[in-house]
Nanobody, 116 residues
Framework: QVRLVESGGGLVQAGDSLRLACAAS?????MAWFRQAPGKEREFVAS????????DYADSVKGRFTISGDKARNTVYLQMNSLKPEDTAVYFC????????????WGQGTQVTVSS
């Protein structure tokens, strides 16, 4: 079992930046960020695959958010720039233990609120 701990959420104004961090207690194949706004389904934000160094983004955050990580420390970051009120959500860190598996591990979530 891998434990994920997120940090870095908060209340900011539109146009500001925030950096989220997620530390995993063990090795993972890939890590990602999802978010869930009130009354909406959880949605994919960004992911990183350690072996390939590949990153993927939701269209809604391309060009504004950057996912990066430290494989040796099992830590992933989400740099969020030019934040918009519609980015307001609880952001969850998740991880795949091995290639071909689903996102099996989830963090507790961190609140990001963007005021207009």
């Amino acid at each position: 079992q891998v434990r994920l701990v997120e940090s870095g959420g908060g209340l900011v104004q539109a146009g500001d930046s925030l950096r989220l961090a997620c530390a995993a207690s063990g090795r993972t194949f890939s890590m990602a960020w999802f978010r869930q706004a009130p009354g909406k389904e959880r949605e994919f934000v960004a992911s990183i695959t350690w072996s390939e160094g590949r990153t993927d983004y939701a269209d809604s955050v391309k060009g504004r958010f950057t996912i990066s990580g430290d494989k040796a420390r099992n830590t992933v970051y989400l740099q969020m720039n030019s934040l918009k009120p519609e980015d307001t959500a609880v952001y969850f860190c998740t991880a795949r233990p091995w290639a071909g598996t689903s996102y099996a591990y989830w963090g507790q979530g961190t609140q990001v609120t963007v005021s207009s």
